[in-house]
């Protein structure tokens, strides 16, 4: 099993930048593939951008691309997503979550562990 902890969630203007971090606890987190999804108000949740166990693929959701990296330090066990020239339809409370299953990372079902969430609020 392995326990998930967001952070780095906050206000920032338009055009700002953050950078969220998701701790991962447990021996084996270099085994997990993980991804971060997102969750608007009166919206469902939604793919952001994922990560190959061994960090060498990367999928975006078409509405972050160029604007968000996201990366991995199996060392740490901490997953990380810089998003930068943040817009205010980026507000959104983000999850992080991890998947060691054979699928689609872009879908939620994939994933059986998942964070909390961190909020994340552009204004514009």
């Known amino acids: 099993q392995v326990h998930l902890v967001e952070s780095g969630g906050g206000l920032v203007q338009a055009g700002g930048s953050l950078r969220l971090s998701c701790a991962a606890s447990?021996?084996?987190?270099?085994?997990?593939?993980m991804g971060w999804f997102r969750q608007a108000p009166g919206k469902e949740r939604e793919f952001v951008t994922a990560i190959m166990w061994r960090g060498g693929s990367t999928y975006y959701a078409d509405s972050v691309k160029g604007r968000f990296t996201i990366s991995r330090d199996n060392i740490r066990n901490t997953l990380y997503l810089q998003m930068n020239s943040l817009k205010p339809e980026d507000t959104a409370v983000y999850y992080c979550?991890?998947?060691?299953?054979?699928?689609?990372?872009?879908?939620?079902?994939?994933?059986?562990?998942w964070g909390q969430g961190t909020q994340v609020t552009v204004s514009s």
């Open positions: 979550a991890a998947t060691q299953r054979l699928g689609a990372l872009t879908l939620m079902t994939t994933y059986n562990y």
């Open positions: 447990g021996r084996t987190f270099s085994s997990y593939s």
